[in-house]
């Protein structure tokens, strides 16, 4: 049995988008991953172009994970949206806070994944396996390492089957949030999430905004290849795949890609790790 492998994509915004992700995608199957999960937007905002996605992907033949995020709900909507899962034969989804938009005053009934994480078990028991995010480098809003370390542990205790982890460069980060997540009884296989490095501007910057920490020798050395495309992607294809073999050697629960809706990254570092 080879190491559990799952993708994530985001719902395209045209026809074109969505014509190449479902090329993307028969590429991708190509590995068996586990289940394919699509991400939703601030405060929902895709959760249209998400559950069209989802739906493609069940109709695939695939498992479908949908990103599953709570601010500004009310119970009432989520309950008739875990209708709306259940309808489309959906089994697993990925339980999020999710970010405030801008402009955004209210909570809603849901402060924390914890609370969704609850609420969804409570109305529907079993029927769905349930993912939380867990942050080997802290969530950039935690007030502290313990705190978000407590928060994590409190979605665990509501009821998470497992959880995905923010994309990170340096295993011991991740290593060390599973050894102090088992400590607090939080329990549930914790699977690394994992990002190609395919666009050294677009990377930092997406690092910069969701907390995760490129070291700084690599981000020297992506800064100093400057516009030369190739070296970058050769680089990172040589970081990410020693990065994976590193953690399948540590006995990980699987593999989660963030493919940013492109198949060549994640089926060379695959080919590479004889999983492809």
């Not at 993708?7 to 394919?36: I, M």
């Not at 009432?76 to 034969?89: D, I, N, T």
């Not at 497992?162 to 914790?190: C, H, M, W």
């Not at 399948?248 to 060549?264: D, W």
Request: with cysteine.
């Amino acid at each position: 049995m080879g190491l559990p492998l799952s993708f994530e994509f985001f719902p395209p915004k045209t026809p074109e988008g969505a014509a190449k992700l479902h090329v993307v995608r028969q590429q991708l199957y190509v590995a068996k991953p586990e289940f394919c999960s699509v991400t939703y937007g601030a405060g929902g905002s895709t959760q249209d172009g998400t559950l069209q996605t989802v739906q493609a992907i069940l109709d695939e033949g695939q498992q479908g994970a949908s990103h599953f995020t709570c601010v500004g709900a009310s119970r009432e909507s989520v309950r008739e949206k875990l209708a709306l899962f259940k309808s489309m034969g959906l089994r697993r989804l990925v339980a999020l806070r999710g970010d405030l938009p801008s402009g955004y005053g209210a909570m809603g009934e849901f402060r924390y994944a914890a609370d969704l994480v609850a609420f969804i078990r409570a109305e529907t028991g079993d029927h769905f396996h349930l993912e939380v995010a867990a942050y080997p480098e802290t969530h950039p809003q935690a007030k502290s390492p313990d705190a978000d370390l407590q928060a994590y542990a409190a979605k665990v205790k509501a009821g998470a089957s497992s959880a995905i982890t923010q994309f990170f460069f340096n295993s011991d980060a991740y290593f060390r949030f599973v050894d102090d997540a088992y400590k607090l009884g939080a329990e549930v296989p914790v699977v690394p999430g994992i990002m190609p490095i395919t666009n050294s501007a677009g990377l930092l910057r997406f690092a910069d905004s969701c907390g995760a920490e490129i070291p700084r020798w690599i981000r020297l050395r992506l800064q100093a290849y400057g516009d030369d495309t190739e070296s970058i992607k050769a680089f990172g294809l040589d970081v990410v795949t020693d990065l994976c073999d590193q953690l399948r050697n540590a006995g990980v629960p699987g593999l989660h890609f963030y493919t940013m809706n492109q198949s060549a990254p994640v089926l060379e570092i695959l080919r590479r790790l004889d999983l492809g």
